[in-house]
């Protein structure tokens, strides 16, 4: 599952939050932080994925400008396709410094096709 959102008010938090989602779940994968990009590759049961998006969706995971917590509204699912067998044991966080740092990493996971349509969000 390939999800991309715009950015975050809290990063330290919601990291943290995601990875306890992710571990919650036995979902192994990668949170990408790149400037004011977040970019997120789970992997797992088809029934895990779906509860990880259903929080993600109607949890409360930032903070909007006057500092009240609220839902994430930016959140896009770019892919969620049936993968024969894991790449990932474990979930990690990753803060990239440079646009083509995320890029060639999103390559490497061999994601690819999305470098076009994130690069231009």
């Known amino acids: 599952c390939h999800l991309i959102e715009g950015w975050n008010r809290q990063e ?38 779906s509860e990880y998006l259903l929080l993600h969706r109607t949890q409360q995971v930032d903070v909007d400008s006057h500092g009240r917590r609220c839902k994430e509204r930016m ?27 995320l890029i060639d990493a999103l390559k490497e996971l061999g994601l690819d096709k999305h470098v076009p349509t994130f690069k231009n969000k």
């Open 12 to 49: 330290a938090r919601y990291g943290k939050m995601i990875e306890k989602w992710a571990r919650d779940l036995d979902l192994g994968g990668r949170l990408l932080f790149q400037a004011n990009f977040i970019f997120i590759v789970l992997e797992g049961s088809s029934s895990s994925l």
């Open 75 to 101: 959140l896009e699912v770019l892919d969620r396709s049936p993968i024969s067998s894991r790449i990932y044991s474990d979930f990690r966080i990753e803060r990239l410094e440079k646009l083509e740092q």
